[in-house]
T-cell receptor, first 118, second 111 residues
Framework: EAGVVQSPRYKIIEKKQPVAFWCNPISGHNTLYWYRQNLGQGPELLIRYENEEAVDDSQLPKDRFSAERLKGVDSTLKIQPAELGDSAVYLCASSWPTGLIRHTGELFFGEGSRLTVL | QKEVEQNSGPLSVPEGAIASLNCTYS??????FFWYRQYSGKSPELIMSIYSNGDKEDGRFTAQLNKASQYVSLLIRDSQPSDSATYLC???????????FGAGTILRVKS
């Protein structure tokens, strides 16, 4: 079974440039998450989707970050313009629907996209 | 107060010893608790989940939960060098149905 696929694995850009990350979840997983992980910290949730609906985007910096999940399958996370502080690993994860309480928290992560902003 | 707190470590144990990793959480209504392992440069992977007070064993791993004390722990018996990683505690908060991660504890198993 294919896991969560993310691209690109690495991205180096200059500040004020735009960047986009793509994620394809595990087949059948309706719930998709974008997390940001800074060095030495745990993952922090940016946005959670149930199918194509963003059900929790409270921690997404909406002035520069945007996300979409058209057709409820793959997703794109965009940053425009990027700032130095955006350097981090952006992790995509998927899970079974969170309505099934025992599946909430059982996340499958992709390999992440490491962003360096110069 | 952080929502999920862990000692950052590093925790160093000799090969074959028991490693004990601890986590406390602030949301008393939390119902689901998880331990993820993250190797350097890799993404987190789920190793244990626990939902009820008490112990849950899976091979060399035992998760312990005490909701009254808001405390979760992970014991790794017969520690191996391959267990060297960062262990992330994650708690599903009642409000918002949100999974919150701690900063992780670095474990080093010395051969």
């Amino acid at each position: 079974e294919a896991g969560v696929v993310q691209s690109p694995r690495y991205k180096i850009i200059e500040k004020k440039q735009p960047v986009a990350f793509w994620c394809n979840p595990i087949s059948g997983h309706n719930t998709l998450y974008w997390y940001r992980q800074n060095l030495g910290q745990g993952p922090e949730l940016l946005i959670r989707y149930e199918n194509e609906e963003a059900v929790d985007d409270s921690q997404l910096p909406k002035d520069r970050f945007s996300a979409e999940r058209l057709k409820g399958v793959d997703s794109t996370l965009k940053i425009q313009p990027a700032e130095l502080g955006d350097s981090a690993v952006y992790l995509c994860a998927s899970s079974w629907p969170t309505g099934l309480i025992r599946h909430t928290g059982e996340l499958f992560f992709g390999e992440g996209s490491r962003l360096t902003v110069l | 107060q952080k929502e999920v707190e862990q000692n950052s470590g590093p925790l160093s144990v000799p090969e074959g010893a028991i490693a004990s990793l601890n986590c406390t959480y602030s949301d008393r209504g939390s119902q689901s608790f998880f331990w993820y392992r993250q190797y350097s440069g890799k993404s987190p992977e789920l190793i244990m989940s626990i939902y009820s007070n008490g112990d849950k064993e899976d091979g060399r791993f035992t998760a312990q939960l005490n909701k009254a004390s808001q405390y979760v722990s992970l014991l790794i018996r017969d520690s191996q060098p391959s267990d060297s990683a960062t262990y992330l505690c994650a708690v599903n908060q009642r409000y918002g149905n949100k999974l919150v991660f701690g900063a992780g504890t670095i474990l080093r198993v010395k051969s």
